[in-house]
């Protein structure tokens, strides 16, 4: 009988590709369209492997796709750097590594790329509009986690539920003394500004209000 086979493995499986793929889904719009394809094709995959309908690659195959997919992205962006590059690099990366999550680290690694790209959501909008989507992103990377940890433990889904809530809301008061308290940064966070567009100078290409959000910009020239 495989690893998968179980009813707790399987539940722990559920749980890891929904927390992957609902941070694949928050960058909809932001990278390519074939992007958010191959994510939720590895995540389909994997549901299939764990249930039995489906066997997951070899090693050849995930190598071969991992340069593939590496290639695509450095042909698109002519970088791997930056935002944009950076989060479409992330979510494929991520769909490779789902294929090969049947151990307990493996899971855990695609939790972690999960909230990666959570974060990585965050600093592409910070809408107030999209605050229940991140909230909802990290609940469920929560109960990925318990799951993916101790996944023979006996917790029901409601239990767990209340868990990883109550862990949330132990945080939220630590979260809110780090937004009051940690020092602001000069410039845009990390140094992420708008890559196409021109901060101290003018760019080679020019578009209607490019001037004035030149001249509305705070960062530093010097």
Known sequence: MSEQSTAPQLRATHWVVGAYLLGALLH?????????????????????????????PGRVFKVSLTVLLTGAVLAMFHTLNGLNAGSAL???????????AVARRDRLIVIGVALYMLLAACLVSQQMLRAPLYLLQTWVCCM???FAAHPDAPVSGRAAARISARS?????????????LFPRLS???????DAGQAQTGLSDTMSPG???ELGTSFDPVF
């Open 168 to 180: 949330l809301g132990f945080a939220l008061p630590l979260a809110l003394l780090l937004f009051v």
């Open 187 to 193: 410039g845009s966070f990390w140094s992420l500004g």
């Open 90 to 100: 992330l979510v494929l990366m991520g769909a490779v590594k789902l294929l090969e």
């Open 28 to 56: 909809l719009g932001q990278v390519p369209w074939w992007v958010i394809v191959v994510a939720c094709a590895a995540a389909a995959w994997a549901l299939l492997a764990a249930h039995g309908h489906a066997r997951l």
């Open 210 to 212: 490019s001037i004035s």
């Open 144 to 146: 990925a986690l318990l």
